[in-house]
């Protein structure tokens, strides 16, 4: 009689036996999470379900909310290279459900308008984490995922040519909106700003928002995660992509920070770089007697980064920055402990428009210094990886500092859609090992 031993059960990274469902949950989330990238180009809500249009699921949000479902039922820890910074936003998102705590307590005049936003500001954060959270669980540094980033890579390339085209079309032609138009609900106040997309036919929007800010952040930061995945013979395309739909979008914040990234990038491939813009400078000379008026009003409006110390040029953005700094000087306490997350709509009636002033104001020197030690922890971790992607994602952030001067750019407010969850993803992204040597 003879005793035999049952086989040894394999067992994860992170010590924990992996469930038979789990691999089959895993690239379900991959694949939701590739569909999610794709979608970015489309922007509208697709459901008119919940308390406020700024709720209203877009494309984006359902794929997110799904993955996540799936993406809760096995187990598997961040990667290594993922801990510090997941860590890093765990705090910063408990912070902010503190100041939102804050905001309960002090309860200031405009108490009922502040509450939604600062529940909407949570809500956002949320899939922020999510995103993070999900793309840091994925077995990316492996031979095996060159795979899912090959077909990522093709996903990001496809939609970023999309928003490309639909910004442009939308700077000839209203079609785009107004066909769009009929399927979103109408009457005022349903639709909210989403109204104003298709009744006040506004150039170079595409498919994206109704924001020209959050537009011109996403083709900036579509175009990055395209190169970030799919880096060769496409660099010069996709960075005059970048150039051509962020100038037309009519951000003037965003043209800016879209310049410096091409600058950065192009300073490491230099001969790529200079074929961008040859190529650019030919298409905008061919198609400059098709634009006409358009061309010139654009040109007249973008031409006024030249002269970003005339507050004429800044957009009511002076006074607005004066509202918040009387606020804070009046009651001099709050430039400690802030005022609570979503005050600044409540109180002051519109976003700072500058981002280390909102964090200030709602969140206070302790909001202000976190938010600082987080963007330093990314930066380190970035430049520790050392890869093309940290290199693509470094140049990024770069740019989208250059905007937060005259937007809040890494704030979760409602005209910013899905741009801080697909950040998030393509930081955890950058940050993931990779597999194999990309080109310089």
């Not at 795979?147 to 209203?174: E, P």
């Not at 051509?244 to 990234?261: C, I, K, P, Y």
Request: hydrophobic share 55%.
């Amino acid at each position: 009689m003879s005793l035999s031993l049952p086989a040894p059960r394999r067992t994860p990274a992170d010590g924990g036996a992996r469930p038979v469902l789990a691999p089959l949950l895993e690239r379900a989330v991959a694949g939701l999470l590739g569909a999610y990238v794709f979608v970015q180009w489309f922007g509208p809500p697709v459901l008119a379900a919940g308390p406020s249009w700024a709720l209203w699921p877009s494309l984006a949000d359902l794929l997110l909310w799904g993955a996540l479902g799936l993406g809760l039922f096995y187990r598997r820890s961040p990667a290594p290279e993922h801990r510090a910074v997941w860590r890093a936003l765990l705090l910063v998102g408990g912070l902010c459900l503190l100041s939102f705590g804050l905001l309960l307590a002090l309860r200031d005049g405009h108490f009922g308008v502040a509450v939604p936003f600062g529940l909407f500001q949570l809500y956002k954060l949320a899939q922020t984490l999510a995103a993070f959270w999900l793309v840091s669980r994925l077995p990316l540094a492996g031979s095996a995922s060159l795979g899912l980033r090959r077909r990522w890579g093709q996903l990001a390339l496809l939609s970023f040519w999309l928003m490309v085209v639909g910004v442009v079309w939308t700077t000839v032609s209203s079609w785009l909106p107004d066909t769009l138009g009929q399927v979103l609900p109408r009457g005022q106040g349903v639709a909210g700003p989403w109204e104003g997309f298709y009744r006040h036919y506004e150039l170079g929007l595409g498919t994206i928002g109704y924001n020209h800010g959050h537009v011109a952040a996403m083709v900036l930061l579509g175009g990055a995660l395209a190169l970030l995945l799919r880096p060769g013979r496409w660099t010069p395309w996709v960075l005059g992509g970048i150039l051509v739909a962020s100038f037309l979008s009519g951000s003037r914040a965003g043209f800016a920070g879209a310049a410096l990234f091409v600058l950065l990038q192009g300073f490491r491939t230099p001969v790529l770089a200079t074929l961008a813009l040859t190529v650019l400078a030919a298409g905008a000379v061919a198609a400059s007697p098709w634009l006409g008026a358009e061309l010139d009003g654009l040109i007249a409006r973008q031409s006024t980064l030249l002269e970003a110390t005339d507050a004429g040029n800044l957009a009511g953005r002076t006074d607005i920055w004066a509202a918040y700094l009387a606020s804070l000087r009046d009651e001099p306490l709050r430039l400690l402990i802030g005022s609570g997350f979503g005050s600044g709509m409540g109180n002051i009636g519109a976003y700072a428009h500058l981002l280390p002033l909102q964090v200030l104001y709602e969140t206070g020197l302790a909001g202000l210094a976190i938010l600082g030690l987080l963007f330093g922890l990314l930066f380190a971790r970035l430049r520790q990886a050392g890869t093309h992607a940290a290199g693509v994602a470094t140049h990024l952030l770069a740019a989208l500092w250059l905007t937060a001067l005259t937007t809040d750019t890494f704030y979760p407010n409602s005209a910013f859609g899905s741009f801080l969850p697909l950040l998030a993803l393509t930081l955890a992204l950058a940050l993931a090992r990779s597999p194999r040597p990309f080109p310089s």
